[in-house]
């Protein structure tokens, strides 16, 4: 099978087609900078909740941010209520985005609760009628797309038929995370139920789940006929992962894989970027984003599980630069 090189939603074209998935408290606008730079084609926004915006919350208006100013401005939006969704979807292209993605997928209680995420693939008829009102509020030459799961439990494996009716009522493609909600992020993710959903929508597919290398990222492609893969949590501390996707899925060679100069270069651009970008947003906000994603981009390097102790036990930016600069050291000359 030729691998795919670009991803099509109308005239979006996402190449490569491998995308950072939204991922709330984690993809944060460093991080997509970051994973974009390093070969993504696209990242979405942490979710948007339509409630939160709908009510002008500016916690959740911050949320509206592009990435670099040369991949698609994808934004994820979350909620179940059409006209809440709708209005949401306008604000989202009045601030610029290019293509709106729908979660179909969270498992998490309290968006169960409120009847959006995965709850939605119970109700087959409000999703439509949320993907109908985001359709028509958003210009339409902004892609608007749903993120699913393979149904809620292994009794309502749903998802071909559940994406057939929202590409009915809108949508122009679909993700598809290959777990139950039931499973939540237990087991593994079955590419047998994305390939389904393949088969059953005239669409593109971004398949998702579990991808952790090039090679796990092209099997996926492979086995379910999919255009594209999303990446979750394999991207944690690990950009270079993008590199290696996109060589793989443009015919170029593969990157070498990070050394720790590399990975100490990464965790001082990181630290430098989140310092910089977005002045009004907290400090304490900032430092958090710094101590997680210096903890992953050292989880490999000698030292690193008492690097990450001491991290998230300094809560000062000087402070952290130093055990930074200590850890290099220590790595240069293992005692
Ligand atoms: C911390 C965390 C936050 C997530 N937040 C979202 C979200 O906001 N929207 C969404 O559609 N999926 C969300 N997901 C699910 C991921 O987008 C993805 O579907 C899932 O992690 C499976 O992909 P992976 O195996 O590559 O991680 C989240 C997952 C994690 C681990």
């Known amino acids: 099978m030729t691998l795919p090189t670009a991803l099509s939603l109308g005239s979006l074209v996402i190449s490569p087609p491998v995308i950072l998935a939204p991922m709330a408290g984690v993809t944060t606008l460093v991080m997509r900078r970051v994973c974009e730079r390093a070969g993504a084609g696209a990242s979405f926004t942490e979710m948007v909740s339509s409630a939160a915006a709908f009510r002008s919350v500016p916690s959740a208006l911050a ?19 059409p006209h809440e969704m709708g209005y949401t979807a306008h604000l989202a292209a009045e601030r610029g985005a290019e293509w709106i993605d729908i979660n179909m997928g969270c498992p998490a209680k309290d968006i169960i609760r409120s009847g959006s995420g995965a709850a939605m693939m119970r109700d087959p008829g409000r ?38 009716r929202m590409v009915d009522a809108g949508a122009c493609g679909v993700t598809v995370h290959g777990r139950t909600r039931a499973q939540v992020f237990t087991g593994r993710s079955n590419p047998e139920h994305i390939a389904r959903v393949v088969q059953a929508v005239s669409v593109p597919v971004i398949a998702n789940g579990d991808v952790d290398s090039a090679q796990a990222a092209v099997e996926l492609v492979e086995r379910t006929g999919a255009a594209g893969v999303m990446i979750g949590r394999a991207s944690w501390g690990n950009p270079w992962l993008f590199s290696a996707c996109r060589a793989a899925f443009l015919g170029e060679p593969p990157p070498p894989p990070p050394d720790a100069a590399a990975r100490f270069a990464a965790m001082r651009a990181y630290f430098d970027e989140v310092l910089a970008a977005q002045p009004d947003r907290p400090h304490d906000l900032k430092v958090t984003e710094i101590q997680k994603n210096l903890a992953w981009i050292s989880s490999s390097l000698p030292g690193g599980r008492v690097f990450r102790n001491r991290i998230f036990r300094t809560s000062t930016a000087d402070a952290l630069r130093t055990l930074i600069d200590e850890l290099e050291r220590t790595t240069e000359q293992p005692a």
């Open 63 to 81: 949320l509206f941010e592009r990435g670099l100013p040369d991949k698609p401005y994808a934004v994820q939006i979350v909620g179940a209520d």
């Open 127 to 164: 999703a439509a009628a949320v993907v109908r009102s985001v359709r028509a509020s958003a210009p339409g030459r902004i892609p608007v797309t749903v993120k699913i799961r393979a149904g809620w439990d292994d009794a309502s494996l749903n998802a071909p038929d559940f994406a057939r």
